[in-house]
Nanobody, 114 residues
Framework: QVQLVESGGGLVQPGGSLRLSCVAS????????VGWYRQAPGKQRELVAR???????VYADSVKGRFTISRDNDKNTVYLQMNSLKPEDTAVYYC????????WGQGTQVTVSS
């Protein structure tokens, strides 16, 4: 059974940065397209960035130029570097297999506020 554990969230001021990590156990993460999602209160979960097994990356318009997704296959880990954070980035962030989702992890809370 695959377990996903997200970490790295926190409280940051507008314009600040955070780096999120997603570790997968029980699966070879490197063969999958992996995405970072976020869900703000009262809103649907949205896909903000994804990385394919080839290393190709795709971003939502709302984060393009500010967020960078990357992966370390040796560590079975996917990262999300978030720069120039805005209050509207506030959400719980999750990672998952894009095309065949595993059970969702608990996510990591990101709060952008002054």
């Amino acid at each position: 059974q695959v377990q996903l554990v997200e970490s790295g969230g926190g409280l940051v001021q507008p314009g600040g940065s955070l780096r999120l990590s997603c570790v997968a156990s029980g699966s070879i993460f490197s063969i999958y397209a992996v995405g970072w999602y976020r869900q703000a209160p009262g809103k649907q979960r949205e896909l903000v960035a994804r990385i394919f097994s080839t290393g190709t990356t795709v971003y939502a318009d709302s984060v393009k130029g500010r967020f960078t997704i990357s992966r370390d296959n040796d560590k079975n880990t996917v990262y999300l570097q978030m720069n120039s954070l805005k209050p509207e980035d506030t959400a719980v962030y999750y990672c998952n297999n894009v095309y065949s989702p595993f059970a969702w992890g608990q996510g990591t809370q990101v709060t952008v506020s002054s």
